[in-house]
């Protein structure tokens, strides 16, 4: 795994920066639209304009965030680039109609930010002229993105559209261990039943009974919780890589030897499904699986009565940590052993744009580029050092009261996902403690070489893909959730497939097919 040792920006080198202004000189370039005042953007150092420049930028803001005002961040890095951001905040719930009928109203800011602007998305605003296309403005001005779009080609697959325009970036994420869920196990139970930690399906399902059965929390009761999940279907999710189904392109999709199969209606996922009906049939798998909030679910993870679980990080049961461990994927009855659960380098998809209202788009690709260096990913995760967080064997680490679930989103917008920048080994302390590291070990033999983002479509065939996924998506999600329910008999399976056909699943996998050869070429 690469990793990042790069020097990080302390309040002493801002201030360094500020009062030296270090930048112009040679790499300073005239802006290609000149209004309110700025001459020139510095190609590289700080700051970014001599004469401040102020933009505005959509943002979503999570329900535990404060103002983006207040943040460190952008505090420090707006006395460091001249750059002075003003963020029009929107709440999650209901954020993307507000993103909607910005574009809709042709009101827009200058930048969106942290705005999840879907494929679909960009290549509508995008043709329609409200985003601009960022690709000559990535070569010349972004070169941390534009070396890490060198070192992971899928980045620039993902995000490059059938006519060769970028009208987004996403957040990257190189380390493994933040784009993976972790499969949890209740290792005290284990020791208590005298049990090891289950390598096949077989073994797993074993394990389960024992924790249904044999009382490992030792209150009298049979009210342990052997397994769960988030809602609906991501245990399908979890345990597909069992039966060597993997989620390619961001679904049920299939890779092998060039080949493209939305595996939906295969008789491995049938397997699947019959053993996860099994589960649920037993009490094995928590039945309110598909009906708890995410809060209840987190709190599940935190009760210590809970025999297996999936999640990124241990932020959810720290206090009770030591009582679990992270095993690797189970064996399935074929002999596979897939990590299918994960998100792709190019994560947090259509994190920044640039509008075409925008009069200084190249301050604006230097602005958002600082935060894919480890030094800028930094500062946006951690704030000041020596004030919010330390050095602790050259790794950044939160001090103890800026490491809670109530300082930190305050302190931070990384708070909340889907922040535009870089998730690296160096700035991950936070969600990649000790316990988490080895969790990632576990599932790293079993990691596919590369998993591809969702491809960018033109826009009729993003219409086309949306239509039929719609309809295909909400019949699988109702059927599967039926089938491991026990409300659907598997004698219907016949009936299942031949409903998907006549959804032209073959169709959308055709389409699917398409965009992995064009990116293969």
């Not at 309040?11 to 290609?32: M, P, R, Y």
């Not at 576990?442 to 591809?452: C, H, K, N, S, V």
């Amino acid at each position: 795994m690469r990793k990042h040792w790069g020097k990080t920006i302390s309040a002493v080198l801002i201030a360094a920066l500020v009062l030296g202004g270090c930048g112009s000189g040679s790499g300073a370039n005239k802006t290609a639209s000149e209004g309110g005042g700025a001459s020139e953007v510095s190609k590289d150092g700080f700051p970014i304009v001599q004469e401040p420049v102020k933009l505005k930028a959509f943002t979503r803001i999570a329900p535990v965030n404060g103002p983006f005002k207040d943040m460190p961040v952008f505090q420090d890095y707006e006395k460091m680039s001249n750059v002075q951001m003003e963020f029009i905040e929107s709440p999650t719930d209901g954020f993307a109609e507000k993103k909607n009928l910005l574009f809709a109203s042709n009101e827009l800011p200058d930048i969106m930010y942290r705005s999840a602007i879907t494929p679909l998305e960009a290549v509508r605003y995008g043709a329609g002229g409200q985003l601009i296309p960022l690709e000559n403005l990535i070569e010349e001005y972004a070169p941390n993105l534009k070396k890490l779009m060198e070192e992971y080609p899928e980045i620039r697959a993902s995000i490059t559209t059938p006519e060769g325009h970028i009208y987004t970036i996403p957040g990257i994420v190189t380390l493994d261990s933040a784009r993976t869920d972790k499969r949890w196990i209740n290792t005290a139970w284990l020791e208590k039943l005298n049990l090891k930690a289950p390598e096949t399906l077989d073994e797993l399902y074993n394990v389960l009974v024992a924790f249904r059965d044999q009382d490992p929390n030792g209150n009298g009761k049979q009210d342990e919780i052997p397994l769960t999940a988030r809602t609906g279907l991501p245990i399908v999710v979890a345990m597909s890589g069992s039966y060597g189904l993997d989620q390619q392109f961001g679904y049920n999709v299939n890779i092998v030897d060039g080949k493209v199969e939305i595996w939906m209606g295969s008789e491995r996922n049938k397997e699947l499904l019959m053993f996860l009906n099994k589960l649920y049939k037993e009490n094995l798998l928590d039945h309110e699986v598909f009906s708890h909030t995410e809060a209840q679910y987190l709190a599940k993870q935190g009760s210590g009565n809970t025999g297996v679980f999936f999640d990124q990080t241990n932020n959810n049961f720290l206090p009770i940590a030591d009582q679990y461990t992270g095993i690797a994927p189970f064996e399935g009855p074929h002999g596979d052993r897939l990590q299918s659960q994960g998100a792709p380098v190019p994560r947090d998809q259509g994190a920044f744009a640039i509008t075409s209202v925008n009069k200084y788009p190249e301050v604006s690709m230097r602005w958002i580029d600082y935060f894919y260096s480890d030094e800028g990913s930094t500062l946006l995760r951690f704030g000041r050092e020596g004030e919010h967080y330390e050095l602790v064997d050259g790794i950044p680490t939160y001090k103890p009261e800026f490491s809670t679930a109530e300082t930190q989103p305050k302190l931070t917008p990384y708070a909340g996902g889907g922040a535009p920048h870089l998730i690296s080994e160096y700035v991950a302390s936070y969600i990649n403690p000790p316990q988490v590291q080895e969790a990632q070990k576990a599932l790293d033999p079993y990691m596919p070489q590369i998993r591809y983002a969702a491809p960018m479509f033109d826009e009729a065939t993003a219409q086309k893909v949306n239509v039929l996924r719609n309809d295909i998506d909400k019949y699988y999600d109702e059927q599967s959730t039926k089938f491991i329910a026990g409300a659907l008999s598997f004698d219907k399976w016949e009936e299942f497939q031949s409903t998907l056909k006549k959804m032209n699943i073959e169709e959308l996998q055709q389409i699917y097919q398409d965009a992995y050869d064009k990116m293969a070429k």
